[in-house]
């Protein structure tokens, strides 16, 4: 049977007297490839945040790893690649070796010695994500594609248990997006990462992910991708508020 990573409990949140998200109950279990989808303003970065211990619930409880977030440490277990991560200054001086090296801080503590081993270690983190050749490369000098590897490669090296990617192709060419969600896959099946993406790309995603969430403000729709695919475009327009369509 497979452990829950995440479980929110009738969770409810708002900024001042703004109502974000209302009584949200969900999980993601271990090995789960969950795509979660929303219009713009439907809550989908402060769930993040909620899951993150960044905010806290105004109601309801958030678990992670079978442990409340208010009391979890092992923060090493969670990735995380924010849609903003190679929003930086190109020219900064930083070789891609140095970016990803930066991410073992979360498992070694800050100001303490980097393991004897850590190139070897950027290396497989790399390698991971198909940039092993670009070790000595600034990071300004990659495309927005290349950058976004690299960041998802700072945040493996510290062997996480779940990643969580937020709208991670901005930025990324069209001809890019299709060999960069192969990538997610064979993180998700060989390297038994569980995933949590959220995107816009549910047309060009939907044949690699293994579950959908469907948010606006609450959750209307939770489980798997083959009954996500039954939902007619009605329905959707309901929960997005708007006109959409699923394109395959």
């Not at 829950?4 to 999980?27: A, C, D, G, M, P």
């Not at 995603?205 to 695919?229: E, M, P, W």
Request: include cysteine; aromatic fraction near 8%.
């Amino acid at each position: 049977m497979t452990k829950s990573l995440i479980e929110l409990k009738n969770v409810s949140f708002q900024y001042e007297h703004t109502k974000v998200l209302h009584n949200i109950s969900f999980s993601v279990s271990e090995g789960d490839f969950l795509a979660l989808l929303g219009p713009n303003g439907s809550g989908k970065s402060t769930l993040l945040k909620l899951i993150l211990g960044i905010e806290k619930p105004l109601t309801g409880e958030v678990n992670l790893f079978g442990v409340s977030t208010n009391s979890f440490v092992n923060r090493e277990w969670i990735g995380y690649v924010s849609q903003k991560s190679n929003a930086f200054n190109s020219s900064f001086p930083a070789t891609v070796e140095e970016v990803v090296k930066s991410g073992l801080t979360k498992k070694v503590g800050l100001f303490k010695r980097m393991p004897k081993n850590s190139k070897e270690l950027v290396i497989e983190a790399l390698k991971s994500v198909g940039m092993e050749d670009y070790l000595s490369r600034n990071i300004g000098q990659l495309s927005g594609g290349q950058q976004q590897r690299v960041f998802i490669a700072r945040a493996l090296i510290a062997e996480p248990k779940l990643l969580i990617l937020d709208e991670p192709t901005v930025g990324i060419d069209h001809e890019n997006v299709q060999s960069f969600y192969d990538m997610l896959v064979r993180l998700n099946e060989e390297q038994k990462k569980t995933i949590i993406l959220v995107t816009h790309d549910v047309d060009t995603v939907s044949n690699r992910i293994s579950h959908v969430a469907c948010l606006n403000q609450t959750i209307h729709f939770h489980g798997y991708k083959k009954d996500f695919d039954a939902i007619s475009n009605e329905q959707l327009n309901d929960w997005y508020g708007h006109s959409v369509r699923k394109i395959h």
